[in-house]
């Protein structure tokens, strides 16, 4: 984020709960594309991605342009088989979408979507993937295990480039599940960390710079496991602070002062790993009963909020990152900051522009809602444009 919107955002200030007109406000159900009515915006976004997965699957591509959602030229784009998530490359050259029959690659070309070609096994169920460096990293689900694969990519057109790397490791402990989209990448792209349900979080060192033909993964045969807190629970969710001090991670009855909202969030210093050293306020009530995907918005070092989307419970909350000094050392306090209604929220990104929050919301119409950030309380989102971007979105992206 550039200066000024750090000041604008990321004030730290004593956590409200109450906000200005609009925030409380539902987004509107409509079957188009809905004008905000309250605390509007003329800003613009960067491009961004919404996978939708109901009975006619595709990527729609989009823009915020003086406020008003502008498709890009081609879109929808059509997903042949069921799709589960996707991921860009860093330039924002190429997208790739996992599907029921395997990885595929578009081209993206002045934000259109061009031909898509099959680079991974029609037999291979990839739930959540990441680009690094000149990799594709992938997370497989086979029955009762999660396995990881790395497939050398072509920095020139997006393709297979040699062949697909396995890792040495097999996630076998409590019945590993691949939580859909979540998986997560330290700034430096040398650490993956992913959320594998009651099987915990799991993370384990990547080499990007290496060559296609040496095994990225390195050559252990074990990688370290963050179990969850409580017994019965799940790891639903994961992120990495981008400035790389914090890991975030979203469990299921991780909340024990609530009944009904029992979900949460742990904050983990990076650095102290294997040793699981919990922030000051962690774990910290993530605002519903699961916490499905975590968004970071700025540097933990310099004070940051993260948001929270809880699909169960209806909305996003935010959750501020406070900074503090002495003797030398640093150290990070959470604490929970404002909530506002989103029906089903399932995947959150920050465009390009620092100007949005972006939100998919399950199974819902519309499926795609926007915020901006409030200019006078901190960690508040103002409800924006609200559309129906296709059936039962599963995932979005924004363009780099």
């Not at 879109?75 to 860009?88: C, E, L």
């Not at 522009?353 to 795609?368: K, M, Q, R, V």
């Amino acid at each position: 984020m550039n200066f000024g919107k750090v000041v604008r955002v990321l004030l730290l200030a004593a956590p409200l709960l109450t906000g200005c007109a609009g925030f409380w406000q539902n987004p509107n159900s409509t079957s188009t594309s809905s004008g905000c009515t309250t605390d509007c915006t003329t800003d613009s976004s960067g491009n961004f991605y919404i996978l939708a997965g109901g009975s006619t699957p595709q990527v729609q591509g989009e823009s915020i342009v003086s406020g008003v959602l502008t498709a890009i030229s081609g879109s929808p784009w059509d997903v042949t088989y069921k799709p589960w998530t996707m991921a860009i490359t860093p330039n924002g050259n190429y997208l790739y979408v996992s599907t029921e029959a395997g990885v595929y690659m578009y081209p993206i070309t002045s934000g259109s979507l061009g031909t898509a070609t099959q680079i991974d096994s029609a037999d291979t169920t990839v739930y959540a993937m990441q680009v690094d460096g000149n990799w594709l990293i992938e997370a497989v689900q086979e029955t009762g295990e999660v396995m990881f694969n790395a497939v050398p990519l072509n920095s020139t057109n997006g393709s297979i480039n040699g062949t697909i790397q396995t890792a040495p490791f097999i996630a076998t402990t409590n019945l590993p599940s691949v939580e859909t989209g979540q998986m997560a990448l330290t700034p430096d792209g040398t650490t993956v960390f992913v959320s594998l349900g009651t099987g915990g979080t799991i993370y384990f060192p990547f080499a990007p710079g290496d060559s296609a033909t040496t095994n990225p993964f390195g050559s252990s045969t074990s990688a370290p496991l963050i179990p969850v807190v409580t017994s019965g629970a799940s790891a639903l969710s994961v992120a990495v602070d981008p400035g790389g001090i914090l890991v975030y991670i979203g469990e299921t009855l991780l909340n024990a002062s609530s009944t009904t909202n029992t979900g949460g969030i742990r904050a983990l210093q990076f650095s102290a790993l294997p040793t699981v050293t919990n922030v000051s306020g962690s774990p910290i009530g993530s605002g519903g009963a699961g916490p499905n995907f975590i968004l970071p918005v700025g540097d933990a070092a310099s004070g940051s909020y993260i948001y929270v989307a809880n699909a169960s419970s209806g909305n996003i909350t935010s959750i501020s990152v406070t900074p503090s000094t002495s003797s030398g050392s640093s150290t990070y306090t959470l604490a929970t900051g404002s909530t506002v209604s989103a029906y089903e929220p399932l995947a959150l990104a920050e465009d390009s522009e620092d100007n949005f929050i972006l939100a998919a919301t399950e199974g819902y119409s519309p499926g795609f809602l926007s915020y901006t950030f409030d200019s006078t309380t901190a960690g508040l989102l103002d409800i924006q444009i609200t559309a129906n971007t296709g059936a039962a979105p599963v995932a979005i992206v924004a363009a780099p």
